[in-house]
């Protein structure tokens, strides 16, 4: 498995999926613009609320996927990335992350506090195209 492949791919999406899991144990999904940073395939980074769901159920908890997509006229491709995610609230990674714009959402700024970071760290994926799937481990 060529796993700078699968970076480069994820670089070329501007939406990616993330999953919680509710008090009662359901997957929610939720469509997200493409992570803000990432580390490899280790480690992603999105902004989002403070006071959004998502938020409440990492918090109770972190398990988590995130999962991007191309659908083209004869080919599909997907990657699955299975780990955990943490709800980020210090200054710093919040400073790391903040764009230019982002006040339209964040009325105060980058010390607004229902501003936060998610930063997702996988452990394993999955990776699908041409009708073959296969596993692979993430160090």
């Known amino acids: 498995m060529d796993l700078k ?11 990616s999926f993330i999953a919680s899991l509710d008090d009662e ?12 940073k990432h580390n490899g395939l280790k480690e992603f980074y999105f902004s989002t609320n403070t006071s959004s769901m998502r938020v409440h159920q990492f918090k109770n908890n972190p398990h988590a996927s995130i999962y991007f997509y191309h659908k083209g ?5 997907g990657v699955m990335l ?5 709800v980020l609230t210090d200054q710093e990674t919040k400073n790391m992350l903040w764009q230019k714009g982002d006040n339209i959402f964040y ?21 699908y195209c041409d009708f073959k799937t296969e596993d692979f481990a993430i160090k």
């Open 25 to 36: 144990g359901y997957p929610n999904i939720k469509a997200m613009l493409k992570p803000r």
């Open 82 to 86: 299975k780990g955990t995610m943490e």
């Open 5 to 15: 492949k699968i970076e480069k791919f994820i670089d070329n999406q501007n939406v």
């Open 107 to 127: 009325k105060k700024g980058v010390t607004d506090p229902d501003y936060c970071v998610l930063k997702f760290t996988s452990t394993s994926g999955r990776y």
């Open 73 to 77: 006229l004869f080919k599909y491709v």
